[in-house]
């Protein structure tokens, strides 16, 4: 018999296995939070460790704003991906853009409150254990954002370009998966830095 | 059964030119050749660390030798620790995954070729970059060479004022770039092992090789990513000027200690759940038995892939933390003993009343029984508190660990060496060659690490450069380093019968062992798509049943 066959005659059972994109998506997730426990593990274990000023709650704003921007980004998101998968691709387009938006718009928030923080109080990532834990973690979850813009914006210029299809969606999910992810990040990052830190 | 019916599609064709066939190399996506890409590549950093531990083994043979100054001894254990673990265990373990995992899940590839390529060079990039410290790691002051800080680098030694220069970045970012490289095979196999395999084989009928892949590649996300997250801060401490690990600002430097070991002891159990994978593949094939207890062994290997993520504080008794965090680590640590405990006594039952071929792989996995057996008692006794403060930090515990990773896990690699070489190779390797290396590795494992245990009692302390004599060390010492000498020597030997069984051995054909898991079905080495048409199982043994219509394995299952 030729070799590669192992089949047996009567075999016929019905075979299905989760898709690859999803589950390669989850594990890269799983990694990422273990890094972000880390992160966050040591900010509230330093929490009103620092030897000197400024305290977090003599400087910090809770961004409530920008907090909400990014939130409904992840239901935007959402709905793009589900008029992706009806073939409905200017809506998704439109709604891809809104997405790309309000994550900018949450960077901006970021931006102004570090140069708040650096010219008006004078707190820097070398100041004190506050300012090392502060600018570590937001920062961290920054550059995830950032990375996931870069991403959103590939897909919006393919999109542009007319070469996003009915048939991407399911890639379309795997990204919007990471994006969800960075958004919950920032539930985390917000209480712990925003309500417990204060 | 006969396998001749797919032959190699270049076979007939001259081979290509030189330069034709490295750039295939290098630009490869294909799992089998990255698979060896990994094993080569782990051979060269096995044989480096080696050097270095017989450095520092000459240096230690008698008190008061001048074989290397403190400094270069100093470099010689932080790099030997951190290439044996980062660029020669970790890196074999992956490559035999890749090869295995999708030969024997009946599959072409691996879920993502080309993140598999891209995590192969990260990590040679990885390596690479540490011993550029060697190079380049003189910074300010002429202070630094390699790093010096130990494996385990703790704070604050790590710091911009006790460690001057860069050979500590190299560390950092040589492992942070490498650790991506692990990250990305993990998620690689878990991908591949849910997603890709033939019809017919469900979680339950995988080789075990697949599960304890499986798990072992879950623990790498999970543990790695901590020390990815660690390096940064680290980072942070030393270029922005962060106070993570700064005492004098707050910091604390039992931070890093507890962020190390989350990472460091998982990190055991990511290097020997695959050596228990080889050896559940070879045992029961040279003891002619199915595997005793599968859905045991499952479940034993899963329960230690939890525990092990709780016991890493055991790491760091000497330290001093409270009685509540010391009992709960004391207990947690000894419950591991339970489930590896049950993967011996199956491996134990599989052998039990089998029809034994002593065979080199089999040697090798029966010493590992033996050895990993005596690792494991050592283990529980320093798991134990009290005894952990008598001889936390001392030759006992470099013993003891030794036993572990030599003992346990190079023992089955070996194993596994000689019992998939003929399917990498297509050529059978030398029995007498296999044994001869086999042999002196096992007197010289014994003579290095049984004796290391008593200068340890003794209370002779890891990582000194030397030793006052008339302290009841110097015989054990010298015993130790000769221990190496022979190691060597057999290291030699297996070197010796690869090579010469790659260009003179026997045609293997594509099933020598008459074994039962998938990758025996194709022809040896496989075809770059592995399989003609993708095979369909019914049960475990898929071979089994296929040369045994009339009782088939999935009768029973």
Known sequence: MSAPSATMPEANIPWSLPARGPVGMYCLIAAETAIFTIFVVAYIFYIGKSLSGPQPQDVLRVPIFFTICLLSSSLTMHFAVKLLRGGRMRSFGLWWLLTIALGTIFLVGTFREWRHLIYDEGLTIQTNLFGTTYYSLVGLHAFHVTVGLLALATVSIFTLLGHVRQEHAERAEVLSLYWHFVDVVWVVVFVVVYVIGR | ?557
């Open chain 2, 1 to 557: 059964m006969s396998t001749e019916s797919i032959p190699w599609p270049n076979s007939a064709v001259t081979p290509a030119p030189l330069v034709e066939r490295l750039h295939e190399w290098v630009t490869t996506v294909d799992h089998k050749r990255l698979g060896i890409l990994y094993i080569l590549y782990a051979l060269l950093f096995l044989v480096i660390g080696g050097a270095e531990a017989t450095i520092m083994r000459i240096q230690l043979i008698r008190p008061h030798n001048h074989f290397v100054s403190p400094q270069v001894f100093n470099r010689m254990f932080t790099m030997h620790g951190t290439t044996m673990i980062f660029f020669s265990a970790m890196p074999i373990l992956f490559g035999f995954a890749n090869y295995l995992i999708p030969l024997m899940i009946g599959a072409r590839d691996m879920a993502f070729p080309r993140l598999n390529a891209f995590s192969f060079w990260m990590t040679a990039f990885g390596g690479l970059l540490l011993y550029v410290s060697f190079l380049g790691g003189d910074g300010l002051y002429g202070a630094g060479n390699a790093p010096d800080v130990g494996w385990f680098a703790y704070a604050p030694l790590t710091s911009k004022t006790f460690s001057r220069g860069h050979s500590t970045d190299f560390w950092i970012l040589s492992l942070l770039v490498s650790g991506f490289g692990s990250i990305g095979t993990a998620i690689n196999i878990i991908a591949t092992i849910l997603c890709m395999r033939c019809r017919g084989m469900t979680l339950g009928k995988m080789p075990l090789l697949a599960w304890l892949n499986l798990t072992m590649a879950g623990l790498v996300i999970l543990a790695v990513s901590p020390l990815t997250a660690a390096q940064l801060m680290l980072l942070v401490d030393r270029y922005l000027g962060g106070h993570f690990f700064d005492t004098q600002a707050g910091g604390s430097a039992v931070m890093w200690m507890h962020f190390f070991w989350v990472f460091g002891h998982p990190e055991v159990y990511v290097l020997v759940i695959p050596a228990f994978a080889f050896a559940s593949e070879i045992i029961p094939v040279f003891s002619r038995k199915a595997i005793f207890g599968y859905p045991v062994m499952v479940a034993a290997t899963v329960c230690i892939g939890f525990i092990s993520m709780s016991v890493w504080a055991h790491h760091m008794f000497t330290v001093g933390m409270s009685s509540a965090a010391n009992t709960f680590f004391v207990l947690s640590t000894m419950a591991i003993a339970v489930p590896t405990g049950i993967k011996i006594f199956n491996w134990l039952a599989t052998m039990w009343g089998g029809q034994i071929h002593f065979k080199t792989p089999m040697l090798f996995c029966v010493a590992f029984l033996f050895q990993f057996l005596i690792a494991g008692l050592t283990g529980v006794m320093l798991s134990s508190a009290p005894f952990d403060w008598q001889l936390g930090n001392s030759y006992f515990v470099i013993a003891h660990f030794h036993y572990v990773i030599v003992g346990g896990i190079l023992f089955t690699l070996f194993g596994a060496f000689y019992y998939w070489f003929p399917k990498m190779s297509g050529k059978m390797y030398n029995e007498a060659l296999g044994k001869l290396h086999f042999w002196l590795f096992i007197i010289g494992f014994h003579l290095t690490f049984d004796f290391m245990h008593i200068p340890g009692i003794l209370g002779m302390p890891r990582r000194i450069y030397t030793y006052e004599p008339g302290r009841g060390w110097d015989i054990w010492n010298l015993i130790v380093t000769i221990g190496v000498f022979v190691q060597a020597a057999s290291m030699l030997v297996f070197i010796g019968n690869l090579l010469w069984s790659y260009f003179r051995g026997e045609i293997a054909g594509s099933d020598p062992w008459d074994a039962w898991t998938l990758e025996w079905s194709t022809t040896s080495p496989p075809p770059p798509y592995n399989f003609a048409a993708i095979p369909e199982v019914k049960s475990r043994r898929p071979l089994w049943d296929l040369e045994h219509p009339e009782d088939p394995d999935w009768l029973y299952e």
